[in-house]
């Protein structure tokens, strides 16, 4: 182990030099992780399986446990650790995560390589580098952390690393244990999920075609059409089931909004933040590729990366427009049956994939998003015929951004109510208000929000 650890891959580069420089990024340009991540081990096609999992786990493990890793370096560093520059706090972090959190990497192959790279990226900070983890190396287990008794908010931020204004809220939401629980599962590595696609094969099926592959995989809980895969035997994306469409990977909870939407075959249905397409081609799925389906969406790019994605799959039945579609535009057209607002959010029900944004959200954020929220919804109700449905997803859990945006929109429009999640959907996942909503300690998907509304006729 000790072997794997200290050396270098093939390229001489050591992985804690990449790691250090994918952090950087993520505080510097607001980058995340997971495309960061894919695109650098995408190019470095000489770095072995065990590298690419060490980056990894190394880059999430920082982001992860931030604020614990800041609690420690801050009682053994005499200055002040917030002015120093962002990749000297990156250095410092990834080599304190390997001293708190892993076994495998000797405590001097964490100091000395945290040393080598500051030597390249910050040299005149490299001394200040030696002698902090050197310090923590003596003292490590002597520092004292927030006690949760006289300070709960503090401790349960420190212990668990999420921002404080969030610990607050959830223990005025919830309760302190409650959000312990939260905060534990969201630094947990989430399982690999993925969806099935009906247009080309079946669930039972899929499982035996990956384990022609080395790959098992198992099926969850509350989606018919979702996998969990529990070995990777190989990359998820370059196995032949993937290539030939068999599959597309989506957590569990996305999963689900096509099903609260409840699309049928030969319905005209509208996407309007359709994105890349993850809950579009889930639709068309649930239709049998027979109906017509409008993917509008702000992003160029996004749409391009959609049209991609149903070639592969297999889908036909999808047209893509570009629109700002917080305003009504006749262009896109209307009587639809069923209309599906997938709403930009904070994002706070993903801090397990996503755990960046727990450092980037701030309360007047949330705000400013249920403003962007309302004017969606509202520009989505013209769309929809009479007699149609509106369903309004997000993946978050905050009252201003679910409950809030549901209640307001009906007080304003009357032609609409609240309607009941089609029978088929889990009831454990419904509450009695008849939203939809999961939670990643209770669920083990991300935390999800749906409100389903009809037009009168």
């Not at 809950?279 to 409008?294: Q, S, Y």
């Not at 309607?419 to 208000?433: Q, Y």
Request: proline residues 5%.
């Amino acid at each position: 182990m000790e072997q794997k650890d200290n050396r270098k891959q093939k390229t001489g580069r050591p992985a804690r030099d990449a790691v250090v420089e994918i952090l950087n990024r993520i505080d510097l340009k607001g980058a995340f992780a997971e495309p960061l991540l894919d695109s650098y081990l995408t190019r470095q096609k000489d770095v072995d399986q065990r590298d690419r999992g060490l980056i990894t786990e190394l880059v999430y493990g920082v982001l992860r446990n931030r604020n614990s890793l800041d609690w420690v370096i801050a009682k053994t560093y005499a200055g002040d650790f917030v002015s120093l520059e962002t990749a000297v706090r990156n250095i410092l972090r990834t080599a304190v995560y390997q001293l708190m959190y892993t076994e495998r990497i000797p405590a001097f192959a964490a100091v000395n390589e945290a040393v080598q790279t500051a030597k390249k990226m910050c040299p005149a900070a490299a001394g200040l580098v030696n002698a902090v983890l050197r310090k923590t190396l003596l003292t490590i287990n002597k520092i004292a952390w927030p006690d949760i008794e006289t300070d709960p908010v503090a401790a349960v931020s420190t212990l668990y690393s999420h921002p404080p204004w969030l610990v607050e809220r959830w223990i005025k939401q919830y309760s302190l244990k409650e959000t312990i629980a939260i905060c534990r599962e969201n630094n947990t590595v989430p399982p690999l999920t993925i969806r099935i696609n009906t247009l080309k094969t079946s669930r039972d099926t899929a499982i035996l075609t990956l384990q022609s592959e080395g790959i098992s995989a198992e099926p969850t809980s509350f989606s018919p059409e979702g996998l969990i895969i529990l070995n990777n035997a190989k990359e998820i994306r370059k196995t032949i089931a993937f290539r030939e469409g068999l599959f597309r990977v989506q957590d569990e909870a996305s999963q689900l909004a096509a099903h609260f939407l409840d699309p049928r075959p030969g319905e005209r249905v509208l996407d309007l933040c359709a994105g890349t397409g993850g809950k579009t081609l889930h639709v068309a799925a649930l239709m049998h590729d027979r109906g017509e389906i409008t993917a509008a969406d702000v992003s160029q790019k996004k749409l391009q990366i959609l049209k991609s994605e149903a070639k592969r799959l297999g889908v036909t039945t999808v047209k893509t427009i570009q629109e700002n579609n917080t305003k009504r535009n006749d262009t896109i057209g209307k009587n639809f049956d069923k209309v599906l607002v997938d709403a930009p959010c904070s994002g706070l029900g993903t801090l397990r994939r996503n755990p960046e944004i727990r450092w980037r959200v701030r309360l007047d954020e949330i705000k400013t998003l249920k403003h962007t929220q309302k004017r969606l919804l509202q520009s989505a109700a013209g769309y929809v015929k009479p007699g149609g449905s509106l369903a309004y997803c997000v993946c978050t859990t905050t009252p201003e951004e679910t409950d809030e945006v549901a209640d307001e929109f009906l007080q304003n429009n009357k032609a609409f109510v609240l309607k009941s999640p089609p029978v088929h959907l889990p009831p454990a996942l419904v509450t009695k208000e008849g939203f939809l909503r999961t939670y990643p300690h209770l669920h083990r998907m991300d935390g999800f929000f749906g409100a389903l509304f009809v037009k009168k006729t």
